[in-house]
């Protein structure tokens, strides 16, 4: 029973290892997407607007 336990344990923490991999993956690709766009285009920066101002601002990477 120990051993089935441990097991469990072992593939809960190999799959959420798993996500967050495919999370990073998929935050690095539009990362990656968004640098493109804006060098094909000859932007600077991508606007984002502000939800509570209505002002634009350049997207930062951690948004």
């Given amino acids: 029973m ?3 336990l441990i097991m469990g ?6 799959w ?3 996500r967050r991999f495919v999370a990073e993956a998929k935050r690095l690709q539009e990362k990656s ?5 804006e060098q094909q285009t ?3 920066g991508t ?5 509570v101002t ?3 601002h350049l997207k930062k990477d951690d948004d």
């Fill in 9 to 14: 344990v072992l593939v809960l923490g190999a």
């Fill in 33 to 37: 997407r968004r640098a493109q766009r």
């Fill in 16 to 18: 959420l290892l798993y």
């Fill in 54 to 56: 209505g002002e634009y």
């Fill in 47 to 51: 606007l984002v607007k502000d939800p």
């Fill in 2 to 4: 120990p051993q089935l």
């Fill in 42 to 44: 000859g932007a600077i």
